[in-house]
């Protein structure tokens, strides 16, 4: 059962499971368990610890426009004067390539499972971009009618699914190599999407609606229908999860400052989770079942991150090294 309360406690990285060790200690004098964006630094910086400590670590790459980071920590995109690049070697040996054709700033992005290829948005449009850990390229941009308010990557890399904020013409849209851009299920206003049931379903969370849907077979018939009933009135989601089982779902909220816990079978709240800080999204770490709830933010403020393990939790980071 998920705890009711956040655990004001350091990430203990002890967790950590994806990510190869050795080789983070010998780069960056410890383990890591990820890599941000801090967007007041410009710059992208490691979260460094010990078990019972755990901190966000100086700069590894400084004067960058935008970045989105690989869960593996392997390669990241990095927009720089108008141009984008995948950047591999964070620690040290750092290799730059300009992708060509990309979109340049983005200001969305998600990233396949192992890190090969990403999607990327940028005023209304939309790009996957592919081959990222050797010769990355670019594919055809895709128009989408609205703002892109979330994104996700078949774990190949294949097809990609955006929420399109609109009044009009709102909702999950997919878009597929060779094909033309479908609508899967009309919502005003999306706020999160993760793909479920190893990868053949979609569950989206609308704020406008207050609804969370679950979008089956989406390549195929696209069958939708509700997930669950929403515990009373106060909805405002950030970002959605699956825990390591594959049994729970995680939806951060950010006005109200705390995780609702969903059984996946029973279609339930089981759980809630309340925290010190607004909640910004749903993003994975380099750690298993690790997410990024909250990056940087105003002078003192912590990150957060959601273990979505055996035994849920909410933990902090500190923005800098502990005194």
Request: some cysteine; glycine content about 12%.
């Amino acid at each position: 059962m998920p705890r009711t309360k956040a655990a004001i406690i350091c990430l203990c990285v002890l967790l950590i499971g994806g990510l190869n060790l050795a080789a983070q200690e010998a780069r960056l004098g410890g383990p890591v368990s990820g890599f941000i964006f801090d967007s007041a630094m410009r710059s992208i910086r490691p979260i460094l610890g010990l078990p019972g400590a755990s901190y966000l670590g100086e700069a590894l790459v400084a004067d960058l426009d935008w970045a989105s980071i690989a869960p593996s920590g392997e390669v990241a995109l990095a927009a720089k004067e108008g141009r984008l690049y995948a950047l591999r070697g964070l620690g040290a040996e750092q290799a730059w390539a300009e992708i060509e054709g990309a979109l340049g700033v983005a200001d969305r992005a998600a990233w396949s499972a192992d890190g090969a290829a990403a999607v990327i948005s940028s005023q209304g449009r939309l790009q996957v971009l592919r081959n990222l850990r050797e010769e990355p390229l670019a594919g055809a941009a895709v128009e989408l009618p609205g703002r892109v308010s979330a994104l996700a990557l078949e774990a190949s890399g294949g097809c990609a699914v955006a929420g399109v904020k609109s009044a009009a013409q709102g909702g999950l849209y997919l878009a597929c190599p060779d094909a033309p851009v479908r609508l899967l299920a009309a919502m005003g206003e999306p706020a999160a999407v993760v793909l479920a049931r190893g990868g053949r379903h979609l569950l989206a969370a609308e704020r406008a609606g207050s609804r969370l849907l679950e979008i089956q077979n989406f390549r195929e018939a696209a069958t939708v229908m509700p997930f669950a009933e929403m515990p009373g009135t106060s909805w405002d989601p950030v970002g959605l999860a699956i825990g390591s089982d594959h049994r729970l779902l995680f939806v951060a909220h950010r006005s109200e400052k705390r995780v609702d816990t969903f059984d996946l079978e029973t279609r339930t709240l089981v759980g809630q989770m309340g925290v010190d800080w607004e909640p910004m999204l749903a993003e994975p770490l380099a750690v298993k079942s690790v997410f990024l709830l909250k990056s940087t933010g105003g002078e003192g403020e912590p990150l957060l991150v959601l273990d979505a393990g055996r035994e849920p939790a909410v933990y902090f980071v500190p923005a800098g090294r502990a005194e």
